[in-house]
């Protein structure tokens, strides 16, 4: 599904040095897994993230999605060859509705009826939202919701999700857990969610952890999460709290 073969990043800081910002990562993906990337903060788990979805470049190293390799493609070669990408803080559009830009992903003229499905399936009263401009005035939570909604439309066989938790009240997040388990169960597609949070990781199949730009711990989840959660402080360890 997604092989990753000895990545590496670097960026200039202020004063013109290079900074390792990823080293040497080696990953092997299968189809139809639920990967949860975590780690401190500053440990290089969103550029890994957008590297894999072409926003950024990276110094050294080789992607092959599917057996084909995606190195050079940019991102919208990618999103057409079946990758989808959830943004930390999704992307608003002032005058266009939420049913255009879900249509806008299924790569079709859905009709409205179709439009709502998906919108339900995301814990979206249908009827309230379709018509709605997508701006300032839908809060986090429903956007990450309606962000997801279009990834369910455009079928995608790899979804990454960057923090998708951050910015959402309470209510919102556990709603989000069940949405992820549903997006798995119909798209049989493969999940990749870079995440601080411990219920998001209860869900994974398998737990990535990196750590100052390199993968220090990667196993199934019954095997790494209570290596995360015993001898460590959490708190210190994520940067944040965990939601419980």
């Not at 960026?11 to 189809?31: A, F, Q």
């Not at 949860?36 to 470049?57: D, F, H, V, Y």
């Not at 369910?152 to 919102?172: N, T």
Request: charged share 25%.
């Amino acid at each position: 599904m997604l092989d990753i073969q000895n990545l590496s990043f670097q960026v200039h800081n202020d004063d013109g040095e290079r900074l390792n910002v990823l080293s040497n990562i080696n990953l092997t993906i299968s189809p139809g897994s639920f990967i949860a990337i975590t780690g401190p903060n500053g440990s290089g788990k969103s550029s890994l993230a957008k590297i894999i979805m072409g926003i950024e470049r990276p110094t050294c190293g080789r992607i092959f999605f599917e057996g084909n390799d995606i190195t050079e493609m940019d991102i919208h070669e990618r999103a057409q060859a079946g990758i989808g990408f959830a943004f930390q803080q999704p992307v608003r559009f002032k005058g266009m509705q939420v049913r255009d830009l879900l249509r806008l992903s299924a790569g079709y003229e859905l009709i409205v009826e179709e439009a709502c499905i998906y919108l339900s399936q995301v814990g979206l009263c249908a009827i309230d939202y379709v018509f709605r401009e997508i701006n300032s005035s839908l809060s986090g939570g429903e956007m990450k919701r309606i962000e997801i909604a279009t990834i369910l439309a455009r079928k995608v066989r790899l979804s990454l999700f960057d923090e998708p938790e951050a910015g959402i009240d309470l209510w919102s997040f556990h709603n989000l857990i069940r949405v992820f388990e549903k997006l798995r169960e119909q798209t049989q597609g493969t999940i990749v969610v870079i995440s601080h949070q411990e219920r998001i990781l209860e869900i994974a199949d398998r737990i990535i952890v990196l750590e100052e730009g390199r993968i220090t711990k990667d196993g199934s989840r019954q095997d790494i999460l209570p290596d995360l959660m015993l001898g460590v402080d959490a708190c210190e360890f994520y940067g944040r709290s965990v939601i419980s």
